[in-house]
């Protein structure tokens, strides 16, 4: 008994050793349901209800380094992964360092997106795309902030196989064993002033395939315009990517394989994507309700390859805030689209007789 009490008393003086009062450790999380009906499923059960996700997060600063942790859980496609895991330090009030696995910065921050359903450059790892590496936020020039990266390699799976992960990012086949490999970021972003905000991103990286021990450039650029007009709110984006790639052959690839939430589908691995968003925010006082935000997505893809079709997203829909819940309507609409209809080839060669094809979806998540 007198060695527990002397071990409970070690344990106490060291923590308060070495938790400040500053000093936190906070745990969060989100559980997530979707009711969805699809126009391209003959299934007359639909609509249905399903489990989207459930996560955990933890978040804490310990003797000035700060840690970020989220998990996720999608029962649905019996798939989890981590979100993001980073460590973080300030070095000062301007110079600010993430090492782990951290958003990407490319093009509109956080999202490019308004609705649940992000915008066509997700869907090819160019939003909100996080990977393993090294990233530095300055924000000591007035209204600029400057962000440098270099990520070694994509984020970890989660389960047993490539196509585990939450952001999209080029897995290996049977025929083409390709993996993203060193890659270099750089984002600056100009507040015009109070309501706009003008932005340019690089990406430079290398795709490497371990059959050939060779690797090719994979480059990204993008500009992007981000402006608020009393209760309006407006995201452009404009992005031109090149995955170079080759099959285990040494043959130069026009699409490649893609995978994220256990499923793979190919890209143009060549295109340009053209982005537009508007929102308009609405304060209720409807029981808990206290903001409805209705908006219109559109984006795009022109691939560069000859003979492939274009892409093309549009979601209609609206976002309710309840306390700490989140609702999304959306009415999604896509052709040659791989979550809408054209699953393996829609973002890649896609098909001349491609039809609109549709998914009414409404998302409910509660977050803690």
């Known amino acids: 008994m007198i060695l527990k009490k002397k071990l409970l008393l070690l344990f106490l003086t060291t923590s308060v050793c070495v938790f400040s009062q500053k000093d936190f450790v906070k745990i969060g999380g989100a559980l997530r349901y979707n009711l969805y009906d699809k126009s391209w499923v003959d299934d007359k059960t639909d609509p249905q209800l399903a489990w989207d996700t459930w996560r955990i997060n933890v978040d804490a600063q310990v003797a000035g380094i700060d840690m970020s942790f989220e998990y996720r859980f999608y029962p ?24 782990g696995v951290s958003q990407v910065p490319f093009g509109i921050s956080k999202f490019a997106s308004h609705s649940w359903w992000f915008q066509i450059p997700y869907y090819v790892g160019l939003e909100d795309d996080y990977d393993m590496g090294l990233k530095f936020d300055y924000t000591g020039i007035e209204n600029l902030t400057l962000n440098i990266a270099y990520y070694h390699q994509p984020e970890p799976q989660g389960a047993s196989n490539y ?21 270099f970021n750089l984002r600056a972003a100009y507040q015009l002033n109070d309501n706009i905000e003008l932005g ?16 090719e450039v994979s480059t990204a650029f993008a500009g ?74 559109y984006s795009m893809i022109n691939k560069s390859a000859n003979g492939f079709e274009t892409t093309q997203h549009f979601v209609p829909g609206f976002l309710i805030t309840a306390g700490n819940v989140y609702t999304y309507v959306d009415y999604a609409l896509g052709k040659n689209n791989a979550w809408l209809g054209e699953w393996t080839n829609g973002l890649a060669e896609g098909s001349p007789t491609a039809k609109w094809e549709s998914r009414f979806n409404i998302n409910m998540g509660f977050y803690f």
Do not use: C
Request: glycine share 10%.
């Open 200 to 215: 340019l991103s690089g990406q430079y990286g290398r795709n490497y395939n371990s059959v050939l021990q060779n690797s």
């Open 76 to 99: 649905a496609d019996d798939s989890h992964f981590i979100h993001h895991g980073w460590l973080g330090y300030a070095f000062n009030d301007d110079l600010y360092m993430k090492l």
């Open 224 to 297: 992007h315009l981000v402006a608020d007009f009393g209760n309006f709110n407006f995201k452009g984006e404009y992005v031109n990517y090149n995955y170079g790639a080759r099959d285990n052959l040494g043959n130069t690839l026009d699409k490649i394989q893609m995978s994220a939430y256990g499923y793979d589908y190919n890209i143009a691995t060549r295109g340009s994507i053209y982005v537009a968003g508007l929102a308009y925010s609405i304060n209720v006082d409807f029981g808990p309700v206290t903001n409805i935000q209705p908006y219109l997505d």
């Open 163 to 183: 196509s585990s992960r939450y952001s999209y990012d080029i897995t290996p086949t049977a025929t083409a064993s390709v993996v993203e490999h060193g890659q």
